[in-house]
């Protein structure tokens, strides 16, 4: 049975890398003892090996090893072969560029798809819809594709922020991007505030955290939708 | 000679479209009674009419008459022939995307480099850097490439923001954006605040508008550029 978390992010205001969700893993990757790390996003541009330290430290803590796939020879065999396996965030052009250069889609995908627990951060969680279409992220490296896991039948927007109320600057927000989007796509989008994520077990999709979310379906009028809301029948 | 504006944003906060920028249109339309819009960008996802009557009201203060491109049957030709061009905001994939796929990025360049006057806005500034990589856009549909017009050695981050003191959202800062472009990439990067434009004549590149300009470059701190500060030497 799949076992899937797309979280908005990786760490809250105000907490530690990873905290907020840190009761929540012990128990979600109770049968792992090691964690296979992707580093790929390279959030800031920190290196692979300091990135992992970052999540060794966070995981140390609910006692659990930590392993980054830029360490194995074979990086296919080695998620072939994960207990269990976190994406973390940064930038998701990188993160989708470096999974096509290794020839990842199709093996973490599989992996994922028979059962193997994931964690998704933000640009982890972005690669778990359809496409990474709705990222919030600089396109600093142009990929193959920006077809993504498929994971769930629709698209995430990671660190959904609301319209900001009195703002002066005149960029487009993140609804507005978001309608541009249903110009040229038909999927829905779930736009997840930080601090909420949404868990999959099998094929169950429930949104857990203390905030609402933010649902855009095409040629609909954008919705909230409160956590415990199952999103099974979005697509 | 080459004579294009680089402008951060079409319209400043509590002001009308264009408005800001008009007076000093005026003169640098001078010779031109109509100016050719690309409407591609299609902020909102506006329709190519609706955006291009928008224009219209903005140039029609200053007596210019405006004519979409997209009512001519051969574009390419239209760019030949054109006065004037200007190229407004909007998504900048959705702007490359079908200035490729109508195969003008080479008339367009090479119109602007013989001399017609170009005025491009936020995503219509994108694409006169090297590449689109520094957009705050969704990339909301695939283009052929990240490749743009290089009229000027290096790339463009219009409405450029500065690190919003006191936010507790987690998303990365526009600055940490462009570090993590200069871990893949080496040309600078100008951020333009709203109301900031470039002016570029021949070969010479100004700063114009009333606030500075923040300059990325590989491997260095970046820093401020005040008003009329050339940037002829930026590569």
């Known amino acids: ?16 890398y990873l905290e907020y969700l840190l009761d929540h893993l012990e128990t979600y990757f109770k049968d792992a003892k090691n964690i296979l790390f992707i580093p790929y996003a390279r959030p800031g541009g920190i290196s692979h090996n300091a990135y992992t330290r970052t999540v060794e430290t966070a995981f140390a803590k609910i006692n659990k090893t ?11 065999e080695a998620i072939k ?3 269990a396996i976190f994406v ?3 930038n998701t052009f990188v993160l ?4 096509y250069k290794n020839n990842l889609i199709g093996v973490l995908k599989a992996a994922i798809n028979s059962g ?8 982890g969680s972005n690669i778990c819809g359809l496409t990474i279409k709705n990222t919030n992220d600089m396109p600093i490296i142009y990929p193959p594709s920006f077809n993504a896991l498929g994971l769930v039948p629709f698209n995430i927007n990671p660190h959904y922020l609301d319209p900001i109320t009195g703002s002066t600057h005149m960029g487009e927000t993140r609804e507005t991007r978001i309608k541009e989007f249903h110009n040229f796509n038909t999927n829905p989008v ?3 505030r930080e601090g909420s994520w949404l868990e999959v077990s099998g094929d169950e999709i429930i949104l857990k955290g203390t905030l609402p979310a933010r649902v855009f379906e095409y040629n609909k009028t954008p919705y909230e939708v409160d956590s415990e809301t199952s999103l099974n029948n979005l697509k």
């Open 96 to 99: 989708i560029n470096q999974l």
């Open 81 to 83: 072969q994960a207990e």
């Open 1 to 16: 049975m799949r076992n899937i978390i797309i979280a908005s992010t990786s760490t809250i205001h105000g907490s530690g």
């Open 116 to 123: 193997t627990p994931y964690l998704g951060t933000s640009a």
């Open 190 to 192: 779930v736009g997840l």
């Open 88 to 90: 973390g965030g940064g």
């Open 66 to 76: 930590v392993t980054g796939l830029h360490t194995f020879e074979n990086p296919t």
